[in-house]
């Protein structure tokens, strides 16, 4: 079996690695800064890419006498 010289820090091996083959030093530190990164992104709320509907209290309106008005 190759020893693998890891990095601390390296996330390649973590996801090109058969974890078997890792030192249990790297899995721990490696789910550490993951639980960290979930715990981070978790408070993060990304904007919707849906488009919003016009509010219905803006729509145009006729005057009296038949224009168009904006409101």
Same mark, same amino acid.
Not at 1 to 23: A, R, S
């Given at each position: 079996?190759?020893? &693998?010289?890891?990095?601390?820090?390296? &996330?390649?091996?973590? #996801?090109?690695?058969?974890?078997? /083959?890792?030192? /249990?030093?790297?899995?721990?530190?490696? $789910?550490? #800064? #993951?639980?960290? #990164? $979930?715990?981070?992104? @978790?408070?993060? /709320?990304?904007? @919707? @890419?849906?488009? /919003?509907?016009?509010?219905?209290?803006?729509?145009?309106?006729?005057? @009296?006498?038949?224009?168009? $008005?904006?409101?």
């Amino acid at each position: 079996m190759k020893k &693998l010289k890891i990095k601390k820090g390296d &996330l390649m091996p973590w #996801f090109l690695e058969d974890h078997g /083959q890792l030192p /249990q030093w790297y899995l721990d530190d490696t $789910e550490k #800064f #993951f639980k960290w #990164f $979930e715990k981070k992104t @978790s408070k993060l /709320q990304a904007p @919707s @890419s849906k488009l /919003q509907a016009p509010s219905a209290t803006k729509r145009p309106q006729l005057n @009296s006498t038949n224009k168009l $008005e904006r409101l």
